[in-house]
């Protein structure tokens, strides 16, 4: 219970208990003199030594109490509070050890922790400071050096929170300026992109549990419609975040189309007629042209017939090599094409 007082007061106490129990004691010794003589006229005189060695016995105390909270006590409290305000604060005046002069050396003790606390919190300021400085050197060493890379490069987090991107990324995911969406830290990538194909890549990366594995998935933005060639790779920290490397190809695939219109049609020009000159060299007479002549002709015929089909198989070897994506799951192409058409 006497925990909840100060400690100055809890001494006071203690003396006043000292002083009652020093009285009470005094009283009873006089009453069991007076008790052993059967003298009543010495009642007066025990009464009288009573008083005076009560009062003695309270000065005393009293006195001894003042010293002690005058240089024990009151120098514990100021010392204590000296230390607690160096606990919390950035104190640099230092203790003045002559408030605890009677206390030995638990006034250079104190100085000598709150030093040593003050150049502990320095040395962390200093340390702090020198990591903030180098995290921030690195963090505009990797801004400059990402800022040339022409594909965008995006960091998120496990969540899927934008930890970090440069230019390009911004501009293909529309967080640039002039964009129509706000860019940020901490927002959520599927602000940006269409959410389904990246979750599953995430999902087949963090299940494969190998820090070498990538995934290549194709996805869409949420505005302007662009098609994002992507790669996906786990960062190795153990906590599934990703890096994710960006490239526009919806004009390469626009470019694509277009080039395969022309080689279409200029395949189908060039197939009739071809077809059509062997079928008059077939049903033509045998006197309609001379030997030679009708020999020559079906030869540069048969050649054109020959340089159409070569032109066509190449057309078609070419489709299916342009059409192969190297690492790319199928679930991926249609989880974009989801994504595209919704």
């Known amino acids: 219970m006497l925990t909840r007082f100060s400690l100055r007061l809890r001494i006071f106490l203690i003396f006043a208990g000292l002083a009652i129990a ?34 003695a016995a309270l000065g005393l105390v009293a006195s001894v109490w003042y010293l002690f ?7 514990i409290e100021t010392l204590s509070g000296a ?28 100085e000598a922790a709150a030093q040593s606390l003050s150049e502990t919190r320095n040395a962390l300021a200093e340390a702090v400071a020198r990591e903030t400085l180098r995290l921030g ?15 965008g490069v995006i960091l998120c987090s496990a969540d899927h929170a934008l930890v970090f991107y440069n230019s390009p990324a911004a501009d293909l995911i529309g967080a640039g300026r002039g964009a ?73 695939m626009a470019t694509d189309a277009r080039r395969e219109a022309m080689l279409a049609d200029a395949l189908d020009s060039l197939r009739r007629p071809a077809a059509t000159l062997a079928t008059l ?23 054109l017939s020959q340089a159409v089909t070569r032109f066509a198989t190449a057309r078609e070897e070419g489709q299916a090599e342009a059409t192969a994506l190297p690492q790319t799951r199928a679930s991926d192409l249609a989880e974009g094409l989801v994504a595209q058409l919704g």
């Open 137 to 151: 050197t690195e963090k505009a060493r990797l801004e400059a050096l990402l800022s040339d890379v022409p594909v």
């Open 180 to 252: 129509g969406l706000a860019p940020g830290l901490d927002r959520k990538l599927f602000d940006y992109l269409h959410a389904a194909p990246l979750c599953h890549a995430h999902d087949r990366l963090v299940a494969t549990a190998d820090p070498d594995a990538l995934s290549d998935l194709l996805c869409t933005t949420v505005a302007g419609a662009r098609v994002l060639a992507a790669r996906m790779r786990l960062l190795g920290d153990g906590a599934a975040g990703y890096v994710l490397t960006l490239r526009d190809i919806t004009g390469d």
């Open 83 to 110: 230390l607690r305000a160096r606990a919390h604060s950035d104190v640099s005046v230092r203790i003045d050890a002559a408030i605890a002069r009677y206390l030995g050396d638990l006034a250079p003790a104190a």
């Open 22 to 55: 020093v009285i009470l004691a005094t009283a009873l010794g006089l009453w069991l003199g007076y008790s052993r003589l059967d003298d009543p006229d010495a009642s007066q005189g025990f009464v009288q030594a009573a008083v005076l060695a009560g009062f």
């Open 281 to 303: 060299v077939e049903v033509l007479p045998d006197d309609a042209l001379p030997a030679p002549m009708r020999a020559a002709f079906k030869a540069e015929v048969a050649r």
């Open 69 to 75: 909270d005058l240089n024990v006590a009151k120098p």
